[in-house]
């Protein structure tokens, strides 16, 4: 069994073996026609769970071979150009190459003698996304694995601000407060539209759900400021405290951008900790056209981003960015094992200090031999093709009589309905739109998102492929049209 560790022995073994993994890879990437095969659950479950898994196979290609019938032929491809459902980019050849090298390696992140030359340059490219941000000298951050942790850790950050803020200044009047009793008096702003990891982590956070106000959007899907103004006035004349607001850079379903020039000055007036939730937009740092849509982040106090969005990254890479780093001392403890507050003392930086987790992978090397090739400006020129695609497409599908589409978008997110002509009764509609995501997705043709507004039934497409083109929009509207179509006309067939 040896024999089948990495090390100095085995190298031409691994040369070998993870070649043809990557040619089975090729091959397919090379073949495929459709973003997804169509096979159901029902159809692929019994036969993953027929394996015998204490019965291995033991040859490489055998197991290559095997892998082919219960992964890689029925896989979403979010590499095709009709994939326009979720947030899923395609990947950049530098970066898939980064993963070869970070895994054969196995760094981890979380202290100093397990990465020397990976601390390093994760710290290089936290600041380099925080100059980016503008967030100052004194901004920091760390590496996570996605926009839902990121979102939680600095959240986190905001609580215990918020909590060191009320009991000081408790303490300047004469009076001492416990910390729970202030966690029940903290609020959280975000709007209606934000993430719902917004949320989840208040409850994570010992707060609860009804510690979030959501705030209501206005006609382009943005945070309406003049409501949240009024409920920061109503948090104060209540007792209350606002912890946080969470203002949004892309929004997961409409790719909209809250005013954050105006969200800044609202949560400098209140003493409230101003985070944005930029996991979709970050993009537009890199963009060579649209950074100005971005304008007023760097007044946040901290900023997720993810890098597996609109940097065209692997899963995982997101980062959590904070403007004072003194702020990420509130997710810091010293292991005696680990991290003993001597190293802190004698300067030794592990990344430990101000993560969440504790074993973390070498993801930063993604971003970074992608930069060193590609360059900022190629990550954003990709991005920047992707947003025009979008403006086009919401001329396509405002053009056409058979659907109804949201708003023009900012980012790359068009939000639509199946429309039919005549008195069709709205709950038919409704079923009339998931049943055409649903067929199109059996069909394998192409794959797209759903979700609601307003009570009622849309359909969504996620655009973060270049290669998509004006051509495919079309091909899947009409795709869309015909099943919707098919749907109307065997209800009328059963309702008669």
Partial sequence: MRSHLLNETTADIYRRTVTEGVERVAAKLATTERPHTGISVDEL??????????????????????LEEVYLRDA?????PRYLGHLNCPVVIPAVLAE??????????????QSIGGTLIERRLIDWTAQRI????AADGIFTSGGSQSNFHALLLARDEACRIVMQRALNEGRELAKSE???????????ASHFSVKKSAAMLGLGYEA????????????????LALELEDCAREGLFPMAVVATAGTTDFGSIDPLPEIARLTSEHSAWMHVDAAYGCGLLVSPTRRHLLDGIE???????????????????SAMLVRDRDTLKHATYHADYLNPRRMAEERIPNQVDKSIQTTRRFDALKL???????????????????????????????ADPRFEVVVKPQISTLVFRYSPEGEVRQDVVDEANLHARKALFASGEAVVAGTKVDGKQYLKFTLLNPQTTTADIAAVLDLLASHAEQYLGESLVHAS
Avoid: C
């Fill in 134 to 137: 503008g967030l100052g000298p």
């Fill in 182 to 192: 202030v966690l029940p008096k903290l609020r959280i702003f975000t709007s209606e």
């Fill in 76 to 80: 979403v491809y979010f590499h095709h």
């Fill in 100 to 113: 070869a090298v970070l895994s054969a390696v196995n760094s981890s992140l979380d202290t100093w003698d």
């Fill in 299 to 317: 007044h946040a106090d901290s900023v997720t981003v993810d890098y597996h969005k609109s940097f065209f990254q692997p899963v995982s890479s």
């Fill in 368 to 398: 970074w031999m992608t930069l060193r090739v590609m360059g900022a400006d190629g990550i954003g020129s990709l991005f920047d093709e992707v947003i025009d695609l979008a403006a086009a497409g919401w001329d396509i599908i405002a």
């Fill in 212 to 227: 979030v106000i959501s705030v209501p959007v206005d006609r382009n899907r943005r945070m309406d400021t003049s409501v």
């Fill in 45 to 66: 479950a019994p036969v993953i769970n027929g394996i015998d898994l204490d019965r291995p196979l033991e040859d490489p290609a055998a197991v290559l071979d095997e």
